[in-house]
Protein backbone atom coordinates (compact mmCIF):
# COMPACT_ATOMS: atom_id res chain seq x y z
CA UNK A 1 0.00 0.00 0.00
CA UNK A 2 2.62 2.51 0.73
CA UNK A 3 4.94 1.34 -2.01
CA UNK A 4 1.99 2.02 -4.01
CA UNK A 5 1.23 5.85 -2.92
CA UNK A 6 5.25 6.15 -3.24
CA UNK A 7 4.69 5.47 -6.69
CA UNK A 8 2.25 8.22 -7.52
CA UNK A 9 3.65 10.87 -6.30
CA UNK A 10 6.77 10.24 -8.02
CA UNK A 11 4.74 10.37 -11.07
CA UNK A 12 3.20 13.37 -10.29
CA UNK A 13 6.55 14.76 -9.20
CA UNK A 14 8.18 14.12 -13.12
CA UNK A 15 4.77 15.77 -14.83
CA UNK A 16 5.46 18.82 -12.52
CA UNK A 17 7.46 20.65 -15.80
CA UNK A 18 4.88 19.69 -18.13
CA UNK A 19 1.84 21.11 -16.16
CA UNK A 20 4.26 24.06 -15.36
CA UNK A 21 4.19 24.92 -19.18
CA UNK A 22 0.33 24.30 -19.53
CA UNK A 23 -0.45 26.81 -17.04
CA UNK A 24 1.90 29.11 -18.18
CA UNK A 25 0.59 28.95 -21.88
CA UNK A 26 -3.27 29.04 -20.48
CA UNK A 27 -2.33 32.51 -18.28
CA UNK A 28 -0.67 34.18 -21.58
CA UNK A 29 -3.47 32.92 -23.97
CA UNK A 30 -6.14 34.53 -21.24
CA UNK A 31 -3.99 37.66 -21.19
CA UNK A 32 -3.98 38.44 -25.45
CA UNK A 33 -7.62 37.32 -25.00
CA UNK A 34 -8.29 40.00 -23.02
CA UNK A 35 -6.55 42.52 -24.39
CA UNK A 36 -8.41 41.97 -28.26
CA UNK A 37 -11.82 42.46 -26.36
CA UNK A 38 -11.12 45.86 -24.58
CA UNK A 39 -9.60 47.51 -27.43
CA UNK A 40 -11.41 50.75 -28.12
CA UNK A 41 -12.89 51.89 -31.53
CA UNK A 42 -12.52 55.81 -32.14
CA UNK A 43 -14.61 57.34 -34.90
CA UNK A 44 -15.81 55.17 -38.65
CA UNK A 45 -15.47 51.71 -36.05
CA UNK A 46 -11.70 51.97 -36.65
CA UNK A 47 -9.49 50.73 -34.34
CA UNK A 48 -6.82 52.95 -31.94
CA UNK A 49 -4.23 51.35 -33.70
CA UNK A 50 -5.67 52.40 -37.23
CA UNK A 51 -6.26 56.31 -36.97
CA UNK A 52 -3.86 58.03 -39.79
CA UNK A 53 -1.24 59.78 -37.32
CA UNK A 54 -2.47 63.48 -39.35
CA UNK A 55 -5.63 62.84 -37.61
CA UNK A 56 -4.40 62.55 -34.44
CA UNK A 57 -2.07 65.72 -34.52
CA UNK A 58 -4.38 67.73 -35.87
CA UNK A 59 -6.85 67.04 -32.94
CA UNK A 60 -3.91 67.66 -30.31
CA UNK A 61 -2.40 70.72 -32.12
CA UNK A 62 -4.20 73.40 -29.28
CA UNK A 63 -4.43 77.11 -30.26
CA UNK A 64 -1.57 79.20 -29.38
CA UNK A 65 -2.98 82.15 -27.30
CA UNK A 66 -0.73 85.52 -27.18
CA UNK A 67 -0.94 87.46 -23.57
CA UNK A 68 -0.24 90.90 -24.33
CA UNK A 69 1.67 92.55 -21.45
CA UNK A 70 0.28 95.81 -20.21
CA UNK A 71 1.86 98.85 -20.66
CA UNK A 72 3.25 100.38 -17.28
CA UNK A 73 3.81 104.30 -17.19
CA UNK A 74 6.59 105.60 -15.46
CA UNK A 75 5.39 107.49 -12.22
CA UNK A 76 4.58 110.45 -12.55
CA UNK A 77 7.37 113.30 -10.47
CA UNK A 78 4.74 115.09 -8.52
CA UNK A 79 7.28 117.21 -6.58
CA UNK A 80 6.88 120.41 -6.48
CA UNK A 81 9.36 123.40 -6.27
CA UNK A 82 8.45 126.30 -4.43
CA UNK A 83 10.37 129.42 -4.61
CA UNK A 84 10.48 131.65 -1.91
CA UNK A 85 11.41 135.13 -2.20
CA UNK A 86 14.58 137.00 -1.50
CA UNK A 87 14.64 138.43 2.09
CA UNK A 88 14.11 142.14 2.10
CA UNK A 89 17.21 143.10 3.14
CA UNK A 90 17.87 145.30 6.94
CA UNK A 91 18.55 148.52 7.17
CA UNK A 92 21.27 149.95 7.97
CA UNK A 93 21.64 150.59 11.93
CA UNK A 94 22.05 154.45 12.32
CA UNK A 95 25.20 156.02 12.41
CA UNK A 96 26.83 157.10 16.00
CA UNK A 97 26.78 160.47 15.97
CA UNK A 98 29.94 160.70 17.87
CA UNK A 99 32.07 157.89 16.89
CA UNK A 100 35.29 157.14 18.14
CA UNK A 101 38.20 157.53 16.47
CA UNK A 102 40.21 154.53 15.37
CA UNK A 103 42.89 153.33 17.63
CA UNK A 104 46.52 153.43 15.55
CA UNK A 105 46.26 150.82 12.59
CA UNK A 106 48.28 147.46 13.26
CA UNK A 107 50.55 147.08 10.88
CA UNK A 108 52.02 144.22 9.66
CA UNK A 109 55.39 143.90 8.14
CA UNK A 110 55.95 141.36 5.56
CA UNK A 111 59.07 140.14 3.90
CA UNK A 112 59.77 139.97 0.18
CA UNK A 113 58.51 136.66 -0.68
CA UNK A 114 61.57 136.02 -2.83
CA UNK A 115 63.42 135.87 -0.62
CA UNK A 116 65.72 139.53 -2.10
CA UNK A 117 67.75 140.65 1.09
CA UNK A 118 66.89 144.16 2.22
CA UNK A 119 69.34 146.50 -0.10
CA UNK A 120 69.67 148.96 2.85
CA UNK A 121 69.45 147.13 5.85
CA UNK A 122 69.81 148.96 9.13
CA UNK A 123 73.17 148.49 10.77
CA UNK A 124 73.17 146.53 14.03
CA UNK A 125 73.86 149.24 17.38
CA UNK A 126 77.26 149.03 18.21
CA UNK A 127 77.52 147.32 21.78
CA UNK A 128 80.15 149.53 23.10
CA UNK A 129 83.68 148.51 23.47
CA UNK A 130 84.17 145.01 25.20
CA UNK A 131 86.16 143.55 27.74
CA UNK A 132 86.91 140.25 26.09
CA UNK A 133 86.53 139.43 22.33
CA UNK A 134 87.44 136.57 20.39
CA UNK A 135 90.84 137.92 18.91
CA UNK A 136 92.24 140.62 21.30
CA UNK A 137 94.32 144.05 19.60
CA UNK A 138 97.45 142.89 19.53
CA UNK A 139 101.17 143.98 18.36
CA UNK A 140 102.18 143.01 15.07
CA UNK A 141 105.05 141.52 16.56
CA UNK A 142 103.28 139.51 18.97
CA UNK A 143 100.47 137.73 16.53
CA UNK A 144 100.32 133.94 16.89
CA UNK A 145 97.26 132.67 15.40
CA UNK A 146 98.30 129.13 16.78
CA UNK A 147 98.32 130.21 20.28
CA UNK A 148 95.58 133.50 21.08
CA UNK A 149 96.30 133.43 24.91
CA UNK A 150 99.86 133.61 24.08
CA UNK A 151 99.25 136.34 21.70
CA UNK A 152 97.47 138.34 24.26
CA UNK A 153 99.86 137.99 27.16
CA UNK A 154 102.90 139.33 24.47
CA UNK A 155 100.99 142.44 23.90
CA UNK A 156 99.72 142.97 27.56
CA UNK A 157 103.53 142.67 28.56
CA UNK A 158 104.56 145.19 25.69
CA UNK A 159 101.83 147.86 27.16
CA UNK A 160 102.59 147.94 30.60
CA UNK A 161 106.58 148.15 29.55
CA UNK A 162 105.59 151.11 27.25
CA UNK A 163 103.43 152.76 30.02
CA UNK A 164 106.32 152.28 32.18
CA UNK A 165 109.00 153.52 30.86
CA UNK A 166 107.06 156.79 29.54
CA UNK A 167 106.20 157.73 32.60
CA UNK A 168 107.57 160.76 34.94
CA UNK A 169 107.51 160.70 38.18
CA UNK A 170 107.29 164.03 39.87
CA UNK A 171 110.15 165.43 41.61
CA UNK A 172 107.94 167.17 44.49
CA UNK A 173 106.38 163.38 44.85
CA UNK A 174 109.38 162.32 45.26
CA UNK A 175 111.24 164.30 47.64
CA UNK A 176 107.97 163.97 49.89
CA UNK A 177 108.59 160.13 49.37
CA UNK A 178 104.80 159.22 48.21
CA UNK A 179 104.55 156.22 45.93
CA UNK A 180 102.03 153.68 45.12
CA UNK A 181 100.50 152.41 42.20
CA UNK A 182 98.29 153.96 39.80
CA UNK A 183 95.36 151.81 38.19
CA UNK A 184 94.29 152.76 34.64
CA UNK A 185 91.63 152.30 31.96
CA UNK A 186 91.42 152.50 28.30
CA UNK A 187 90.05 151.98 25.02
CA UNK A 188 91.78 150.49 21.65
CA UNK A 189 89.21 151.33 19.07
CA UNK A 190 88.10 149.73 16.02
CA UNK A 191 91.11 151.38 14.19
CA UNK A 192 93.55 150.23 16.93
CA UNK A 193 93.95 153.48 18.64
CA UNK A 194 93.99 154.31 22.19
CA UNK A 195 91.08 156.60 23.46
CA UNK A 196 89.05 157.40 26.64
CA UNK A 197 91.89 156.76 29.27
CA UNK A 198 90.78 156.49 32.67
CA UNK A 199 92.38 156.95 36.30
CA UNK A 200 90.94 154.34 38.35
CA UNK A 201 92.72 154.78 41.21
CA UNK A 202 95.63 156.84 42.53
CA UNK A 203 97.62 157.86 45.79
CA UNK A 204 97.70 160.80 44.69
CA UNK A 205 96.04 163.06 41.65
CA UNK A 206 99.60 164.39 40.40
CA UNK A 207 100.35 160.73 38.80
CA UNK A 208 97.78 161.23 36.89
CA UNK A 209 99.11 163.11 34.26
CA UNK A 210 101.94 161.26 33.63
CA UNK A 211 99.94 158.15 33.48
CA UNK A 212 97.82 159.53 30.95
CA UNK A 213 99.97 160.84 28.59
CA UNK A 214 102.27 157.55 28.36
CA UNK A 215 98.98 155.93 27.16
CA UNK A 216 98.21 158.00 25.08
CA UNK A 217 101.72 157.67 23.34
CA UNK A 218 101.29 153.85 22.87
CA UNK A 219 101.39 152.62 19.04
CA UNK A 220 98.83 151.68 16.71
CA UNK A 221 98.07 147.78 16.96
CA UNK A 222 95.69 145.43 15.22
CA UNK A 223 91.93 145.96 16.72
CA UNK A 224 90.48 143.10 18.21
CA UNK A 225 87.60 141.37 16.22
CA UNK A 226 84.22 139.87 17.04
CA UNK A 227 82.69 137.25 14.85
CA UNK A 228 84.61 138.60 11.69
CA UNK A 229 83.31 142.24 12.76
CA UNK A 230 86.01 144.89 14.33
CA UNK A 231 85.45 145.57 17.77
CA UNK A 232 86.34 148.09 20.44
CA UNK A 233 88.42 146.59 23.89
CA UNK A 234 88.90 148.10 27.05
CA UNK A 235 91.84 147.33 29.01
CA UNK A 236 93.04 148.44 32.37
CA UNK A 237 96.55 148.05 33.52
CA UNK A 238 98.67 149.00 36.61
CA UNK A 239 101.46 151.72 36.92
CA UNK A 240 103.91 151.05 39.36
CA UNK A 241 105.66 154.20 41.06
CA UNK A 242 108.35 153.06 43.32
CA UNK A 243 111.07 154.88 44.82
CA UNK A 244 114.63 153.40 44.49
Known amino acids: MNRSKK ?3 ADLEKKR ?20 WTS ?12 PMTDIME ?8 IERPKVEPPK ?23 EPDPEPFLVEIG ?35 DRDAQQACTEKRIIQWVQDHVKYPSHLRDAG ?8 FVIDKQGSITNVEILRTPHKDFNGTVTQAIN ?3 EMTPGSQQGRKAAVIMTIPVHFKLN
Open 178 to 185: IEGKVFAS
Open 59 to 66: EDELPVVR
Open 77 to 99: DNTRFIIAPDPEPEPDPDPDPDP
Open 7 to 9: TNE
Open 17 to 36: GVFFYIGFAAALSFVMIALE
Open 112 to 146: DPFGSEDPDPEPEPDPGPMMIVEIMPHFADCENVV
Open 217 to 219: SIP
Open 40 to 51: VEYGGNKAYGEI
